[in-house]
Each structure stands twice: as C-alpha cells, then as structure tokens.
C-alpha cells in the first residue's frame, strides 16, 4: 500500500512560479514511475508529467519547456517546478505513484493562477 501527500499548491499570478511535492509512505520497497496529472471541473483528468524509476521523463505538450518533473528516490518524493505558469494552468493537480500492477492517487492540491 502507497500513501501520496501533495504539497506546494497555491494562488500565483501569470508568469509566475510554483514548486509542488508529493512524498510517497507506506510499506514498498520501490515505486516504479511518479508523475503528475490536472483536472479542472466539468473535464476528465489530464496528464502532465511523469518520470520512471531510471529518471526518464515525459511531459505533454501544453506543459512542455515550463514545467520540469524530478525525483528523490531514496525520500520517494517527487516534485514539479512550474514557471511562467498560464491561467489555463489553473487546476487541481493530483499526483500518481505506480507500483506495477496498482496505481495510487493523492489527494490532489489546488493551483490557481490569476492576477
């Protein structure tokens, strides 16, 4: 079993900058890929980033040259540092943890951008 807590979301105006964290508990003795997903009301879930056990990367393409995924492997944390966020980047960012077979889900933590 895997416990995700985000931290790290926020209000922050256009251009600006948020660093989110997302640290994994529970009893594992690895995590296979971490990543980042978005939703805002009335649409479905939407990836935006995702970085393998080996610190391979993945990013779509809206979030792409803004945003950069990393990982702590021995803390099982990992973090996305957002810059020159957009108002279309307002969202509730939710971070995911896969263990094959099982994928786990945090909470989710609120990220606003407006002036």
């Known amino acids: 079993q895997v416990q995700l807590m985000e931290s790290g979301g926020g209000l922050v105006q256009p251009g600006g900058s948020l660093r989110l964290s997302c640290a994994a508990s529970g009893r594992f003795f690895s995590i296979d890929a971490m990543g980042w997903y978005r939703q805002v009301p009335g649409k479905q879930r939407e990836f935006v980033a995702v970085?393998?056990?080996?610190?391979?990367?993945n990013y779509a393409d809206s979030v792409k040259d803004r945003f950069t995924i990393s990982r702590d492997s021995a803390k099982n944390t990992v973090y996305l540092q957002m810059n020159s966020l957009k108002p279309e980047d307002t969202a509730v960012y939710y971070c995911n943890a896969v263990k094959v077979p099982r994928s786990y889900w945090g909470q989710g933590t609120q990220v606003t951008v407006s002036s």
């Open positions: 970085i393998s056990s080996g610190g391979s990367t």
